[in-house]
């Protein structure tokens, strides 16, 4: 079974979403592995995101991800890193597939609600990153 790594940012959290997202993750099958939710800092932020570190956004995001707590999570399905993204819907909300989490909840490219893992390498980094062994019960 597949694991990806999710976020619902702070955007999402501020606005009482946790519940209509877990839900939206739920319809979908997928299992929550590992679940917490964190206030990040930002030199925990800029070591995520340190695949944007040369991209002018990058000190905006970063910055957003620690404007209150996040919502991490560990889901597991068959194919999960390609739902998730394709649950998540386009980076910019606008752009946004009908039924998708970001075209119903986001607000902006910067408060866009969720993050997923985009690759195996990058969902294996990202899971081990903030999750030991033994927080994930698959
Ligand atoms: P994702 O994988 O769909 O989240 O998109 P990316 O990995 O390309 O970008 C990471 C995050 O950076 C996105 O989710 C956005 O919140 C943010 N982002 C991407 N492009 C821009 C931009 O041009 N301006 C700003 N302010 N934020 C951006």
Not at 68 to 73: K, R
């Given at each position: 079974m597949e694991q990806t790594f999710a976020i619902i940012k702070p955007d999402a959290v501020e606005r009482n979403l946790i519940g209509k997202i877990l839900e939206k993750i739920e319809s979908k099958e997928f299992r929550v592995a590992a679940m917490k939710r964190v206030l990040l800092t930002i030199p925990v932020a800029e070591c995520f995101y340190h695949v944007h570190k040369e991209r002018p956004f990058f000190k905006d995001l970063t910055a957003?991800?620690?404007?209150?707590?996040?919502?991490?999570?560990?889901?597991?399905?068959?194919?999960a890193i390609k739902a998730w993204r394709e649950l998540m819907g386009a980076t910019n909300p606008a752009e946004a597939d009908a039924g998708t989490i970001r075209k119903e909840f986001a607000v902006s490219l910067e408060k866009n609600s969720v993050h997923g893992s985009d690759a195996p390498e990058t969902a294996a980094f990202e899971i081990s990153y903030f999750f030991s062994q033994t927080e994930i019960l698959s």
């Open positions: 957003s991800m620690c404007t209150g707590p996040v919502i991490l999570l560990v889901l597991q399905k068959e194919g």
